[in-house]
């Protein structure tokens, strides 16, 4: 196990927060502008501002830690076996971006040896700025945050999406989001899964589910709301690992029952035990 001086840790944690505020300035800086778009799926877009974000935050994490490990979204690095794993989103809701939707975040998270240890999500439009370090709470614009007290999910507003993939693929959370709309009191589809943990994180939702997702969508956000005492699982309700592709949060009261409601669309609808 790699276990890092209290002022080394310092630093990574001021790296990681930099590297996102500086991701979001860029955001920030092109957002309502016109944009270059191209697609890496049918409706999966990349605009040359993700491209800019990612590439000025990499060279920042490079600069203080040339031997670290990152893998993000829009570009394909070579891993070295650092126990050192930055996770980056550059731009979280680009189709939200390109279309001036004002809800996108950048997301920076940092693994060692496997474990999620820091995170931060910045919401450049709404300039806020959610961070954790494990064992140190979670924050918004420095101020702790902390999940709702909702313990009904019929009382509960929740969060999802939905995979660019969602033509294609019929496990696509259709038949889930129809069961639920039904047992919940609302549920928001808003385009950026960083934003849903943070917002989940700090009660605005009280819980957020997705069955196709990405580590660099959820890497940040999941230690967020775990520090802000809410739990994580995958879709059974086992240990997440960010690299399932798949995702529930909640402030804890309501998990299970949004749990035992996902593995019934399950069974009934795909067969799965």
């Known amino acids: 196990m790699t276990t890092c001086p209290e002022n080394e840790y310092h630093d990574l944690y001021e790296t990681l927060c930099a590297a996102a505020r500086l991701g979001g300035s860029i955001l920030r800086e092109h957002f309502g502008k016109q944009k270059d778009i191209m697609y890496k799926g049918r409706i999966n877009p990349v605009t040359n501002v993700d491209l800019q974000s990612e590439k000025a935050i990499i060279d920042l994490i490079k600069s ?64 806020e700025f959610f961070s954790a370090r494990r064992g140190h709470g979670a924050q918004c614009n420095g ?74 969508d959820i890497a940040a956000g999941t230690l967020i709301t775990t520090e802000a005492g809410g739990t994580v699982t995958n879709l059974r309700g086992e240990p997440l690992s960010i690299y399932m592709n798949q995702i529930v949060a909640t402030n804890g009261k309501i998990h299970d029952e949004l749990v035992g409601h996902i593995r019934h669309v399950d069974r009934e609808q795909y067969n799965m035990t």
């Open 64 to 127: 203080r830690y040339p031997d670290h490990d990152i893998i993000t979204e829009e570009s394909h690095i070579e891993l070295m076996g650092s126990p050192f794993r930055w996770i980056i989103d550059p731009l979280d809701g680009t189709v939200n971006y390109a279309h001036d939707y004002p809800f996108v975040s950048v997301s920076v998270a940092l693994e060692i040896d496997g474990r999620l240890e820091i995170g931060a999500v910045f919401d450049p439009v709404r300039e």
């Open 143 to 216: 101020k702790p945050i902390s999940v709702s007290k909702i313990d009904s999910l019929e009382k509960s507003l929740l969060a999802t999406g939905f995979s660019y993939d969602i033509r294609e693929n019929p496990y696509n959370n259709l038949a889930h989001f129809s069961h639920l709309i039904m047992s919940v009191q609302g549920i928001r589809r808003d385009g950026s899964a960083a934003l849903n943990l943070c917002y989940s994180a700090m009660g605005r939702f009280d819980g957020y589910w997705e069955l196709s997702i990405s580590p660099w």
